[in-house]
T-cell receptor
Framework: DTAVSQTPKYLVTQMGNDKSIKCEQNLGHDTMYWYKQDSKKFLKIMFSYNNKELIINETVPNRFSPKSPDKAHLNLHINSLELGDSAVYFC????????????FGEGSRLTVL | AQSVTQLDSQVPVFEEAPVELRCNYSSSVSVYLFWYVQYPNQGLQLLLK??????LVESINGFEAEFNKSQTSFHLRKPSVHISDTAEYFCAALKSGTYKYIFGTGTRLKVLA
C-alpha cells in the first residue's frame, strides 16, 4: 500500500491550459504539503494544510490553488500554465508539529510547452 | 529566517572510500534535523533523523550523522560507499513546534567504480 500517492505522474500540456494534481495519504496524518522541485533540484515549499486548514502559503502566484477536501487529500490546481511552471511537484505528509519526518509521494512531473 | 546550507553541490568519490556530506543550519531555537535521499526519478526517502537524545544517529544502510549544536552542523558520513549510493542527498530542518520544513539545495553524490 502506497503511503502518499499522487496522480498523474506525468503531465505534458500547452501554455495557458489549466491542470490539476491529486494527492492522497493513508498514514492518518493531519498535515499535508506541496513542494516544487525545479530543474536544479531545489525544493521549495508552496502550501501546507493541517486538518483541512491552510497553514502555510508561501509567495506562490494565485494561479496555484490548493484544496483539501479532507485531511487525507490535498489537490493542487494550476490555472493559465506558464513555461516556468515546469517542474516536479511533490506532495508530502507529516503527523504535525513535534512529530518528525515528512513522507513524500513519487512526484508529478509537469512539462509546459 | 531559518536556513539550511549544503555547501557541496556535487561530491564524486570512489567506491569503498569514505564520504562526508556537509550540512549547516541556522536557528536560535530547537530544531529537528533530517537527511533525505532521492534516487533518479523518485520521491525523497528519509535516511535518518535527529529529534532529541543521542547526537549520533544511524541509518540501516551504513550512513550516520552527528548533531553538533555548537557548530550548528548535521554532517552525513559513510565509511565505505557503494555504487548504489549514487543519488541526491538533502538536508532538512524543522523548527520545533512549527510545520515548515526547510531543505538545503542538495548534494549530488556520485560513486565511481
Amino acid at each position: 500500500d502506497t503511503a502518499v500517492s499522487q496522480t498523474p505522474k506525468y503531465l505534458v500540456t500547452q501554455m495557458g491550459n489549466d491542470k490539476s494534481i491529486k494527492c492522497e495519504q493513508n498514514l492518518g496524518h493531519d498535515t499535508m504539503y506541496w513542494y516544487k522541485q525545479d530543474s536544479k533540484k531545489f525544493l521549495k515549499i508552496m502550501f501546507s494544510y493541517n486538518n483541512k486548514e491552510l497553514i502555510i502559503n508561501e509567495t506562490v502566484p494565485n494561479r496555484f490553488s490548493p484544496k483539501s477536501p479532507d485531511k487525507a487529500h490535498l489537490n493542487l490546481h494550476i490555472n493559465s500554465l506558464e513555461l516556468g511552471d515546469s517542474a516536479v511537484y511533490f506532495c508530502a505528509s507529516s503527523g504535525g508539529a513535534y512529530t518528525g519526518e515528512l513522507f513524500f509521494g513519487e512526484g508529478s512531473r509537469l512539462t509546459v510547452l | 529566517a531559518q536556513s539550511v546550507t549544503q555547501l557541496d553541490s556535487q561530491v564524486p568519490v570512489f567506491e569503498e572510500a569514505p564520504v562526508e556530506l556537509r550540512c549547516n543550519y541556522s536557528s536560535s531555537v530547537s530544531v529537528y534535523l533530517f537527511w533525505y535521499v532521492q534516487y533518479p526519478n523518485q520521491g525523497l526517502q528519509l535516511l535518518l533523523k535527529y529529534l532529541s537524545g543521542s547526537t549520533l544517529v544511524e541509518s540501516i544502510n551504513g550512513f550516520e550523522a552527528e548533531f553538533n549544536k555548537s557548530q550548528t552542523s548535521f554532517h552525513l558520513r559513510k565509511p565505505s560507499v557503494h555504487i548504489s549510493d549514487t543519488a541526491e542527498y538533502f538536508c532538512a530542518a524543522l523548527k520545533s513546534g512549527t510545520y515548515k520544513y526547510i531543505f538545503g539545495t542538495g548534494t549530488r553524490l556520485k560513486v565511481l567504480a
